[in-house]
């Protein structure tokens, strides 16, 4: 294996010191703290006590850490928090210069989770790093590798993980019957030694498929008592399993609405029958038509997952979180926060991200998103009466705005069976980053990426340097030289890779931008659709008015003319031209700085970074000439700089 990342410390046996300040009996998780600790490396000679204490304010997953003279102390409240503690130990002791530790960490979300969408047959929807290392061949697949991954989750302070597909399907299906629940409660195990929990989505239509059931009608008795009997069976044999993950009513699969019932009936149906066992539903609000007519000039999809949702407020069971996307679309590169955040008081939230890069490179552009995510996160929802609390989207989903009884922050994965886990050595950055933001969302993009860059290539200066400048330029890159100013889905519809800006425009999917020769863009206002209107004050007013639209998301919000100003003072048209031709200069910068790492960090290693900049050297370019061609086309605008359009 070529690269473990940030594993790579963990060597043999060393003779460092470690004793456990207390009774071992049969505990696997301190265990594996233990082992975690003996066999690194760089801990030579080190004498660690691990220990708890009393302080139960550092709860079930807190630590702390302290140096003396004595050596090293990692203490918690839990056995939980030990093996955190042991591994943020690892970490910060090759970080750090003087070698003194003096930390006290707790969650600031409640859940911290990776989903992943990975098929039985191996294959991964959106997946950009090879195929699946759960699933092989329609088989659920336990060896080092899921080891190694759940270390890895347990280093980045990740708490929960979903193996397979929101879209379950074929065999994913039988993960819950006889053929496969005694290999799930293997897994569930082996993450459980690792602090990790885990959960798995399920196929809400499945009682359709029995012949005495027939239906999913979530107010149905057999309904009803189907899952009851299948829930009390799961946990007969996995007390411990999390929970579940439900995408029903969205890209053609039954849900409660097709049974004219509430999507609050149809998550409270699940959660009743698994309360007893303590687990909880994860009901996705990804929900909308799908089935549009492009000719229709009144539905929104944008307005969708608030239609939907937002009235059900107080109406969901509270064993059910509602898992929310950052925007009311898709993943794009730009959009703005769903306004469901900060409008559902009564109604646990998790919010949820994409770190595998389907609309954002797919792992062979460099995109480090956590600049990205951290916009978000710091969203003012204007909540009512969120007081000291904050309402933030931050204090939203970390529970504190409404004391949520759960909530969090999840991601779609980036990872698959590629040697280096990610596919672009870079790209595991996000990984990193992902679970180091759920766990303290108030680090800074620059802290988790100086933090990624030491312990994945060493502490020399020039190295750091060159890899932070890379990582935060590649956001704001990959944003300029695709769809602007808000607007989306100028993607090619097939693998949702590379430029087609009409792609999706005479499609079913509700994504237009409706670029004339005159005007582009939207009007989601009291005007148009009424989206905007979906927001609290002052947020509805901003977004109502083409003056207080910030420019970044203006043609999401409005319909104007190319020859509109912006605040930046370029006109709509010349913004489009300047960026594109910015973006991809932005990668040539990005791939010299590479360059410039030639001999100074392991030489494979620079050769894959340096063949994925050869491909986004030539991609970015094809970018930008795509959609300023178009743009041109049907403007027939020059650029005033004289550059060649095509
Ligand atoms: O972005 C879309 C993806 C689908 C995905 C869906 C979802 C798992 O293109 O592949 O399905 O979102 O989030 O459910």
Redesign the pocket.
């Known amino acids: 294996m070529y690269t473990k990342l940030w594993l790579d410390y963990v060597t043999d046996d060393n003779g460092c010191i470690v004793s456990f300040d207390g009774d071992l009996s049969d505990n696997k998780l301190i265990d594996n703290a233990v082992n975690e600790l003996r066999s690194c490396n760089c801990l030579k000679d080190l004498n660690i006590v691990l220990g708890f204490t009393d302080d139960s304010s550092l709860g079930d997953e807190g630590y702390r850490i302290s140096t003396s003279v004595m050596g090293y102390k990692i203490e918690a409240y839990k056995d939980t928090g030990l093996i955190y503690g042991a591994f943020r130990f690892i970490s910060l002791y090759r970080l750090s210069e003087d070698k003194t530790i003096s930390v006290t960490e707790v969650p600031v979300n409640k859940l911290r989770m990776l989903n992943h969408?990975d098929n039985m047959d191996g294959s991964i929807?959106?997946g950009y790093s090879g195929n699946s290392f759960f699933f092989v061949n329609n088989d659920l697949v336990i060896n080092e590798r899921t080891k190694d991954y759940a270390r890895i989750l347990c280093s980045l302070g990740y708490n929960g993980v979903v193996i397979n597909?929101?879209?379950v399907k074929g065999e994913a299906c039988n993960l819950i019957n006889e053929k496969f629940i005694y290999k799930v409660k293997e897994l569930e195990e082996l993450f459980y030694s690792y602090g990790v929990k885990l959960y798995l989505c399920l196929n809400y239509a499945a009682p359709i498929e029995d012949p005495d059931v027939g239906s999913a009608d979530p107010l149905d008795e057999k309904v009803i008592k189907w899952w009851e009997d299948k829930f009390d069976y799961i946990y007969s044999i996995i007390p411990r399993l999390g929970g579940f993950l439900v995408?029903a009513d969205?890209?053609g699969r039954p849900g409660p609405f097709t049974y004219g019932r509430t999507q609050a009936e149809g998550a409270n149906l699940l959660a009743r029958a698994i309360a007893p066992h303590h687990g909880i539903i994860i009901w996705r609000c990804?929900v909308y038509n799908c089935q549009q007519d492009w000719r229709d000039l009144k539905t929104d999809r944008a307005c969708a997952a608030y239609d939907y949702f937002h009235d059900l407020d107080g109406q969901f069971d509270d064993n059910v979180i509602l898992q929310i996307k950052n925007g009311p679309m898709?993943?794009q590169i730009r959009e703005p926060v769903t306004p469901l955040f900060g409008k559902m008081p009564k109604t646990n939230q998790m919010i949820e991200f994409q770190i595998a890069q389907?609309y954002t490179g797919q792992q062979r552009h460099v995109c480090y998103l956590i600049p990205w995510f951290k916009e978000v996160l710091g969203f003012e929802t204007y909540a009512e009466n969120a007081g000291k609390n904050g309402s933030k989207v931050v204090d939203v989903v970390s529970g504190k705005t409404f004391g949520y009884k759960y909530s969090g922050m999840c991601a779609v994965t980036n990872t698959g069976n590629d040697e280096n886990w990610t596919g672009h050595d870079l790209a595991a950055a996000n990984l990193y980053g992902f679970g180091r933001l759920s766990f303290d969302p108030s680090l800074s993009s620059e802290e988790i990426a100086n933090e990624w860059i030491g312990l994945t290539y060493g502490n020399d200066e020039k190295v750091r340097e060159n890899i932070l400048k890379i990582l935060m330029m590649s956001w704001p890159a990959y944003e300029k030289y695709s769809a602007p100013l808000g607007i989306g889905w100028m993607v090619c519809p097939a693998e949702?890779y590379g430029p087609d800006p009409d792609g999706y425009e005479y499609s079913r999917w509700g994504t237009y931008h409706k670029a004339t020769h005159d005007t582009v863009g939207l009007e989601r206002n009291s005007t148009g659709t009424g989206y905007s209107m979906q927001y609290n004050e002052p947020n509805a007013s901003m977004y109502e008015n083409v003056d207080t639209t910030p420019d970044e998301l203006l043609l999401f919000f409005h319909k104007v003319p190319y020859d509109h100003v912006l605040k930046s003072g370029k006109t709509v048209i010349q913004h489009i031209y300047d960026t594109h031709f910015e973006g991809a200069e932005d990668v040539e910068t990005m791939a010299r700085l590479w360059d410039e790492l030639n001999g100074m960090i392991d030489h494979n290693a620079f050769k894959r970074v340096f063949e994925r900049f050869e491909h986004q050297l030539w991609h970015s370019k094809e970018w930008r000439d795509v959609i300023n061609s178009y743009f041109y086309r049907k403007t027939l605008i020059e650029d005033e700089k004289g550059r060649e359009l095509y």
């Open positions: 969408w929807e959106r597909n929101v879209n995408k969205s890209e990804f898709d993943f389907e949702h």
